[in-house]
């Protein structure tokens, strides 16, 4: 892991190999693996393990066993003793193996041998609310990232359990101790009669013994993602009302007096306009095609940066970036060349445009409660692009600029999906090549679905929120 | 031969569409073909090709004479030729305008309608007529057949419809529900206009005849076919009365039928085939004036309450309610009931996916989302049911147009 050699490691897993065939009490076979890389190796193999291999490049396994039970990865790149015992949980796309092992795990570490364990690189962790909370996000960060975050990712996609055991810190435990941790986990997997499924598979850890259950979590990914959905169903009727006329005047003119209704309800009455209880018949295609154009527009950036030389990857990037700054204007002052969009067809583009982006995050939610949250997080101001609150449609039609189309126009522009990139690489000092290089990899190799989500949804869903916002519109 | 350029125009792009996703998708349609949405036990791709167990026999021949070497290509010009096919069916259907103005009954807004391009567009870029093409489940030659059968009626050619409806019910069991309604279709189609039509009754007995006729002939067809048995109907009819195999799948059986008792299980058999059975007699009576609508609520109710359902049936209903646009204006739930369908159709493989492949969740998770999925088909059948009866209401009761009203 990190890409340094794992020396101490793998002299440990060599000798346990050895220390375990003498014990005849082992139900299930031990299958011990060493890879050159701990990314592409073990997904390999679970690949080939699995039948999943590309056929004619790849060839299969000689020797397998029955369906894998559990994996635990011993990470020991230092050369001196170590202090604590790092587990790494997170596996591909943000899904996570069954607490209980995990639970194990630290049970035995800090239980039995005394090895403090820590989690998500927090090295020292006093049980404060602020390190919690940082653990938490974190782990959401991780999650939400979905890469691979050690070498035991790969195999959760299968329904694997695995987990990363890495030694680090500088302190007194030594091999035999991580040996006698290895052992006693493995001593634990051996008398399993069934898979682990009894205990949580989501679930947030703040501290190696404490976690935040979905039942807990989950509402929040899913009131953002419904906020999109309320959002467009506001739009949808608000989009049905015609323009409200007016009803009286202090102007001397002789205006063309409206029909007006009586309505009683409740054994009140009320006097309105007829034309504000009718509903108006909604020209749907032009929205609904849009809103699908867009949305296959986001291929482009995915097949782009999927399939980009490395080499490429940071100038192709900054002119992406650059050229997205203009997109949304562009694509406006076509639409209004080509054919301009009514009041209502913009309210039902808009609308079309959320209620997609609601179903997908609510749909993401059940899968990778982190990405849900922080997409819909950063998107949350789309339901706020163009005129959303203003009661009737008439104030629509109003284009060019107003200070409120400015500020939206600048706040989507610094929330995009490449800025935000951006700004995620400067805040926490990663090159963006190397993040695109890593997710790149990550679709090749892993399959990796944390792009597909940014182009095909969130990006398709901005640029709608950009093209709204535009006074070129 | 007239070819509208229009409708060339759509044929094409359609086909265009259709081949681009097999040529340059392959494994999609392996993907497809694999989904419990697109097929089901007796309608799969692939368990066409191993054997034929529970499929009609006579498609074994069909699908034997085709050469291995090439048999995907082959079947995939043929399921695109049978998409176009049926198009082509709606677009007569449509045209025919016997969902606007029937011998009986006339619709105070038959002038909204969309001509018969627009309706066979709406079928052939529907995401899950496109979805049911690639995955080539057997279920399409069904809704061939049936909308050929509705076709036929409304172009005056009785018998013709009836034959074509014998082979969709020997095909699948669920189209002999439409007997009653085409045999009303086809009568009123053939007599509109005229004054004195002759009596119903040996219309309907010649009809009803010839349809057993035609249903004994593709029988004893298939009894030659298989060499001389008749196991093929346990296999093939006893499949969908007996429920054998309870593969999941967008139904509302199957969740029911793996947790009963053995000792209930052919008491509730009876009573699912009677519910579906059930609404025919009194759609028919009800809805005498319009009798492709009740087609179109009997495919809907299918769709929803059959045994082995998947999406093609859906497409197959949400290709008929086009040709009632005019009363669209009159349903009340239409945006909900799409976001529902929407919603369904993301969550549904999302949680299947949850269930099989990740094991987090297990197949409450996914009985619920198709629980949902047919609450939303229910309510734009409910829906539309409602907008037909109002629409008919109307006639006799014109002041109340544009007036909101509710059926009490």
Redesign the interface.
Known sequence: MDGELNQSGCALVLTLARYFKRWSLWSKDIIILITSDSKAGPQAWVDAYHNEHAVPAVEPLPTKSGALQGVVVVDNALNHRFESLHIVYDGING?LPNLDLFNTATAIASGQMGISVVLQRMWKHRDSYQERLQTMLRGMVSQGLGHASGPHSSFI?Y?VDAITLQAVGDGWQDEMAMGRCVESTFRSLNNLLE?F?QSF??YLLMQANRFVSIGTYLPSAMLVAVNF?IM??AL?IRSGRSTAPKLGSTNGKNEKKAEVEIIEQDGMLAVAPKQSL?IV?RELFLPIALVIAFHFLGVIPLYLFNNARRDAFSWTFTIFTQANVLLPSLLAALLSYQSPLTAQQRLLLQCFSL??LG??L??LA??NFSLAFLIGLLAAPLSFAGQPFSTTSAEDSRSGWSARKSLMTVLLQVLSPPAVVLAACKASGVNVEDVLVEAAFGWKAHGLWTQVVVWCIWWPAWIVGGVICSPLL | MVIDRRKATLFGAAAALRIFLFVVFPSLSRLLAGRVEVSTPVTSFKRQRISNLDQAPLLLPLFSLIPATAFSAITSILYILLDLFCAEALAQIAESGESRETRLYKSPRHELRWDGTAVGAAYLFNPLTIAACIGRPTSLFTNCAVLYAVAKACERRPLLAILSLGLASYLALYPALLLPPLILLSYDAKYKGSSQPPSLIPFAAIHTSAFFGSIACFLSESFFLTGGSWEFISSTYGVHLLLPDLTPNVGLWWYFFIEMFDSFREFFLGVFWLHLGGYVGGLCIRLRGQPLFVITTLLGLCAIFKPYPSISDTALYLALLPCYRHIFPLMRYTFFTMATLLYASLLGPAFYYLWIYAGSGNANFFYAITLVWSLGLSVIVSDSLFAVLRDEWEVERPEMKGKDVRQI
């Open positions: 899904q996609p329904h898979k499924h598979f989501f959905s467009a169903i949808w009718v018949e209620l997609l179903m997908f609510a749909t059940t899968l």
